[in-house]
């Protein structure tokens, strides 16, 4: 293994969990999309679920051929998953894009972005629980975001409240320390994809 495929650059996918429109996450991804670009040590690729078709009923667990974004998420070595809390949990495009793939999370890291009233805290540890099952590990830190739409100025761009930035670079460097550990672990023993 070369030095570089230990500390070379990250591919960090960033997943967008809502779908309606208008939505809050307009503006939260958009700072987090600002945010995760001048970090020097990562290429950013930003997944909008809203702009993806992977139709409920056509589901194929497995992505690969049928899954327009089976791809870039085997190119990722970890994510940033943007979710809102719906309902005491994560929004149902964010369970349909998980169960349409499989091997394209296997030993990855997983990030979260909350938000909501309490700063979507049920989504996230709720999506602890899924992740496992797809060999994939969710990181310690995270960043909430309660009621972000207090947070938005007169041209509608989220002005993140004070400490919100440093629990992003915590949350980030976590990510790094397990993508790096895990690509070594992926390139010394290859996830066959389905
Ligand atoms: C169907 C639905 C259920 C919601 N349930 C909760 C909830 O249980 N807890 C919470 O904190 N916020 C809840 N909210 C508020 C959302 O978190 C908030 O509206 C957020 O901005 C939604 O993100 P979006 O606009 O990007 O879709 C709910 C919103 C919707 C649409």
């Known amino acids: 293994m070369t030095e570089d495929n230990v500390n070379g650059r990250l591919r960090i996918a960033v997943v967008i969990g809502s779908v309606r429109r ?8 958009v700072w987090l999309e ?18 993806v078709s992977l139709p409920m009923h056509e589901m194929q667990p497995g992505g690969a051929a049928a899954s ?36 394209e999370w296997a030993y990855k890291p997983v990030a979260f972005v909350g938000y909501g009233g309490s700063g979507g805290i049920r989504a996230i540890e709720q999506l602890r629980t899924v992740f496992p099952e ?3 590990t969710t990181v310690r830190e995270s960043v909430l975001l309660p009621m972000a739409w207090e947070h938005l100025d007169a041209d509608g761009r989220f002005v993140p409240p004070q400490g919100t ?27 066959v994809r389905a």
């Open 22 to 29: 208008p939505r809050l996450a307009d503006p939260l991804a």
């Open 34 to 51: 600002r945010e995760l670009t001048a970090i020097d040590w990562l290429d950013l690729d930003m997944i909008d679920l809203a702009s």
């Open 68 to 103: 327009p974004i089976a791809d870039r998420l085997a190119d990722a070595d970890g994510f940033v998953f943007l979710t809102p809390e719906y309902n005491h949990s994560f929004p149902a495009p964010v369970k349909n894009a998980i169960d349409w793939h499989f091997t």
């Open 134 to 136: 797809l060999r994939a």
């Open 165 to 191: 930035v440093q629990a992003l670079h915590a949350t980030i460097n976590e990510l790094r320390t397990w993508a790096r550990a895990l690509r070594s672990l992926r390139l010394a023993d290859p996830v």
